[in-house]
């Protein structure tokens, strides 16, 4: 059986082992929601507070209750800061905060360190994410030669992926299940695993034909959001000078049925 059609045949019977790096607001749902769908999930993290706590079926994200851990806790989840675990998952999720620097330039300093830290662990077969927001080329530039330094072929015997998060903390309307998941890979074999892989935790899956396309729509998302909620910030304060209610005035323009999205300062 070929390495691609294997991990698909794991993954579809759910005996695919599943390491999530980073247990933030991005990881820790991922790990719930595969764990939902009876995965083994083994979640890595440098806090030992955050390890220890989720060993003691702790939670330490306010919008995540302890009640909630019960997911993955009959399904052998384990939390570690221990590398070498990294050779028995078949899908690795890196899950990592994506800061700006002092010149407003993406710092990957967590990102090239985790990747320094499993590189030895790496195996045949496997398959590597990045869901951390980033620059359009970032899978590329940064996963791609790892893997290919640990002397595996991308798309042949080792697939690489981006899927950018849509995580909204605290949001009990939309969740990971109901968000549609934007998958990408860096050749069609890494895409169709991806697609394998996230099709069993989401309800409708976007595949979009490269890694830089993806990482482009999170960015456009972002920017989306930040300059709308800019604008509106702006008009508050326009509004407010002239005794208006803004948010009355949002609320008159979002009876619009096309051509405006509604946003509040």
Not at 19 to 28: F, P, S, T
Not at 121 to 129: C, N, V
Not at 147 to 174: A, C, I, L, M, Q
Not at 238 to 263: L, R, W
Request: net charge negative; with cysteine; glycine share 6%.
């Amino acid at each position: 059986m070929m390495l691609i059609d294997n991990l698909k045949y794991k993954i579809h019977n759910r005996d695919a082992c599943i390491a999530v790096i980073g247990l933030g607001y991005v990881g820790l749902p991922l790990v719930i929601r595969f764990s939902e769908e009876d995965f083994r999930v083994i979640g890595f993290d440098i806090d030992e507070e955050k390890v220890q706590k989720l060993n003691n079926g702790e939670s330490y994200l306010r919008h995540i209750p302890a009640s909630t851990l019960d997911a993955f806790a009959n399904n052998g989840f384990t939390a570690t800061g221990d590398w070498n675990k990294i050779s028995d998952c078949h899908a690795i999720l890196i899950c990592l905060p994506t800061p700006l620097g002092s010149n407003k330039e993406p710092d990957l300093q967590y990102i090239r360190e985790t990747l320094d830290s499993i590189m030895p662990h790496l195996q045949a077969g496997q398959l590597l994410i990045l869901e951390s927001t980033s620059y359009p080329g970032t899978t590329e530039e940064e996963i791609v030669p790892v893997v290919k330094e640990r002397g595996f072929n991308v798309g042949e015997d080792f697939f690489v992926g981006f899927s950018p998060e849509r995580e909204d903390p605290g949001n009990t309307r939309y969740t990971i299940k109901n968000i549609p998941k934007v998958v990408s890979g860096v050749t069609d074999d890494c895409r169709s695993v991806m697609e394998a892989l996230y099709g069993t935790i989401v309800t409708k899956i976007v595949p979009v034909s490269s890694t830089r396309v993806a990482e482009m729509s999170k960015l456009l998302e972002n920017i989306h959001r930040a300059v709308n909620i800019g604008l509106v910030n702006e008009l508050k304060m326009v509004a407010d000078k002239m005794d208006i209610d803004i948010f009355e005035v949002i609320n008159a323009s979002a009876t619009k049925p096309f051509g405006f999205t509604p946003y509040y300062p």
